[in-house]
């Protein structure tokens, strides 16, 4: 039986019990008082025996009476309240064998009342927590392949190193690649320290120009945009945002050097900066599926499937954006532009 009806049948047992009650009282003191029983005090020596009528005889009773009531009535609603709520007391075993060695167990209830919603609601979490335990797992398993590749080949390098004697041109060249290799895995521990830092939320707000920092990183990359042919069109109006400078600088370098990276030869990079969305990078790279575009914002993913075709980049830098759009209370949303590539809009709040 469901919580509902046992709260029903004991709410309506407990008003034909208290009626019961009532006619009974009323029955016993209406005994009392007409059959003449009288209470006689014989606390009095030499005075004789001093008897009243019976009405002295409510005066003790009627306490005791209530007393005897007020007992079985607390006994009877605790009984009440444990028998009601043992559906929920039933419910507490299942949900105290859920852990991180069973996040696969569900409750799986039937019906439509309160608790059937309630173990619904329970699954339901089960469900989020074991995605997030498989996402921790597989960013893990992700991670150390991603590790385990440039350690790989740099243990190639100096073992071909240490095989044969290399000449002057040789030796650049292995030292090139050694510097190449340790340079990727210097990126991937540094994305992977801001991917954390940013997940764990901001400690300071205070107002940063959002044009300003666009402007700089801009400048930066302008050698990069000049070798790979790019034009930039920036579209740049005042905007102020509550956040942290250096988390802000990384949210748009990441998507700035994601669409150098991925765009074609003589392309185009669009920025803009305004009140909705707050920042808007596009560029014209390759045509990017539209069921593929989720992805991206996960880490080490990429849209090549080739994971030795890194293109210079550890996979990271649309998941740390999204880590750290997300610190700052905003939305991040990709989707394919109008002629290839991608265009990325974020969504930060205005200061109060």
């Not at 469900?127 to 991603?146: L, M, P, V």
């Not at 590749?149 to 290399?166: D, F, G, K």
Request: glycine share 10%; aromatic share 4%.
């Amino acid at each position: 039986m469901n919580p509902r009806r046992r709260v029903l049948l004991v709410g309506v047992l407990a008003l034909l019990v208290g009626y019961a009650l009532t006619g009974l009282t009323k029955l016993v003191l209406s005994l009392v008082w007409y059959r003449g029983v009288q209470f006689c005090d014989l606390s009095l020596p030499g005075s004789g025996v001093l008897c009243e009528p019976a009405r002295r005889l409510d005066a003790l009773l009627l306490p005791l009476a209530m007393f005897v009531l007020l007992v079985a009535t607390g006994t009877a609603i605790w009984g009440a309240a444990v028998w009601c709520l043992r559906p929920v007391r039933d419910l507490a075993g299942p949900v105290a064998q859920v852990g991180p060695q069973n996040l696969g167990h569900r409750i799986r209830p039937r019906g439509r009342d309160e608790l059937a919603g309630l173990s619904r609601a329970i699954d339901e979490m089960m469900e989020r927590i074991s995605a997030g335990y498989e996402g921790q797992r597989r960013f893990a398993a992700n991670a150390s392949h991603e590790l385990r590749t440039p350690l790989a080949v740099q243990r190639t390098l100096i073992e071909v190193s240490m095989a044969q004697s290399l000449t002057g041109e040789q030796l650049q060249l292995l030292t090139a690649q050694l510097l190449e290799t340790n340079e990727r895995n210097e990126r991937l521990i540094e994305g992977l320290l801001t991917l954390s830092e940013s997940d764990q939320g901001l400690r300071s707000r205070t107002p940063q120009r959002l044009d300003e920092i666009v402007t700089t990183v801009l400048a930066a990359h302008q050698d990069r945009v000049t070798a790979a042919g790019l034009t930039v069109e920036t579209h740049l109006a005042p905007r102020v945002v509550l956040g942290e400078r250096v988390l802000l600088d990384r949210l748009v370098t990441n998507l700035v050097e994601n669409a150098i990276k991925y765009n074609r030869p003589g392309g185009t990079l669009t920025v803009a900066v305004g009140a909705t969305p707050a920042l808007t990078v596009v560029n014209t790279g390759q045509v990017v599926p539209a069921e593929a575009v989720a992805g991206l914002f996960e880490p080490f993913r990429r849209l090549a499937r080739d994971r030795t075709n890194h293109g210079g980049g550890a996979g990271l830098g649309l998941a740390i954006a999204r880590s750290i759009t997300q610190a700052h209370e905003g939305l991040i949303d990709a989707r394919p532009a109008e002629y290839g590539g991608l265009r990325i809009d974020v969504q930060l709040p205005a200061p109060h």
